[in-house]
């Protein structure tokens, strides 16, 4: 939950805009979501005191959800063909990481990974199930696992 709000954060600066408290509640709301949501199902439950939040400024800042990639939007809508969102699936993706110093393999899964994974694959049209990356890195001097002896040329 806090690394959404982090994220959402630092997309706004970007944007020029501000992390106000209706987008904070407003992405509350949608992180508490089991399932599918659309504008109309989350408004009663944005409120900030006494007050709700008016429809146009949610609709936005559902579109500013979905840039910072945060949220999804389905493409057939819901039944009544009003936009329709979900959290992106949490599939614990893994990534490889491979030394080619001590041809070491290691793998590794990371969210922000996963973020900047679904944001190329919305990009350049690819399946994100498909996806697999490879990070070919070279240990710090010393760094290599000690285990490992890297062999002398
Ligand atoms: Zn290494």
Redesign the pocket.
């Known amino acids: 939950m806090k690394e959404e709000h982090e994220l959402f954060h630092a997309f706004l600066i970007q944007q020029g805009q501000r992390f106000t408290a209706v987008r904070q509640k407003i992405l509350d709301v949608v992180l508490q979501s089991s399932g599918p949501f659309t504008a109309q199902s989350l408004l009663p439950h944005i409120r900030i005191g006494n007050s709700g939040v008016d429809r146009a400024s949610l609709y936005r800042n559902l579109k500013l959800l979905k840039q910072a990639g945060l949220i999804e939007e389905l493409p057939e809508g819901d039944p009544s063909g009003a936009k329709c969102f979900i959290l992106p699936r949490r599939t614990g993706r893994k990534y490889v990481l491979f ?1 080619p ?4 393999e290691e793998s590794f899964s990371d969210e922000q990974f996963d973020h900047a994974v679904l944001h190329l694959c919305r990009r350049f049209h690819l399946n994100p199930d498909s996806v697999l990356v490879k990070v070919e890195a ?2 710090l001097r010393d ?3 000690a285990e ?1 002896e ?1 062999t002398p040329q």
């Open positions: 030394c110093g001590c041809h070491s070279r240990h760094g290599h696992p490992k890297e």
